[in-house]
């Protein structure tokens, strides 16, 4: 669970880098964020193998049926922007430009909540496994 979590902390920060980068006015922004994109899929691919790896995802149909769900609108709301809006065509005093960014960060970050949510319950229901806790019985346990 630990490598999904950090893959995801990647991928925030990355989304987030790449909402703080649209307000460069230099001439350089258009570049560097021409390679945030492509970090940005590189990390996708990242998190993906780290699901795939996870044990707790993969032992929950439930959850890796949401994460599925969650990361294919994902990646179409990401396929569907960057094919509309190749950086040549960037326009951002283009109203169309501007709805399609908003789309699409709503959906990122529908994703990174979505993907918190699983990361947070499969933790819960974790059951410790240190020697000392084949000791204990879960059912006596008060907190």
């Given at each position: 669970?630990?490598?999904?979590?950090?893959?995801?902390?990647e991928?925030?920060?990355?989304?987030?880098?790449?909402?703080?980068?649209?307000?460069?006015t230099?001439?350089?922004?258009?570049?560097?964020?021409?390679e945030?994109?492509?970090?940005?899929?590189?990390?996708?691919?990242?998190?993906?193998a780290?699901?795939?790896?996870?044990?707790?995802?993969?032992?929950?149909?439930?959850a890796?049926?949401?994460?599925?769900?969650?990361?294919?609108?994902?990646?179409?709301?990401?396929?569907?922007?960057?094919?509309?809006?190749?950086?040549?065509?960037?326009?951002?005093?283009?109203?169309?430009?501007?709805?399609?960014?908003?789309?699409?960060?709503?959906?990122n970050?529908?994703?990174?909540?979505?993907?918190?949510?699983?990361?947070?319950?499969?933790?819960?229901?974790?059951?410790?496994?240190?020697?000392?806790?084949?000791?204990?019985?879960?059912?006596?346990?008060?907190?």
């Amino acid at each position: 669970m630990q490598a999904f979590s950090d893959a995801l902390a990647e991928l925030e920060r990355i989304l987030t880098a790449m909402a703080e980068m649209s307000k460069r006015t230099d001439e350089a922004w258009k570049k560097d964020f021409i390679e945030m994109r492509r970090q940005l899929q590189i990390q996708l691919t990242a998190l993906t193998a780290a699901a795939a790896q996870c044990s707790q995802i993969r032992g929950n149909p439930e959850a890796a049926a949401k994460l599925r769900e969650g990361w294919t609108k994902m990646r179409s709301a990401l396929a569907l922007h960057q094919a509309s809006w190749p950086a040549v065509r960037i326009d951002r005093a283009d109203p169309a430009y501007l709805e399609s960014v908003n789309k699409t960060r709503t959906t990122n970050w529908a994703f990174v909540e979505l993907a918190r949510q699983i990361i947070a319950e499969a933790r819960q229901s974790q059951v410790p496994n240190t020697r000392a806790s084949a000791y204990l019985d879960p059912a006596t346990i008060r907190l």
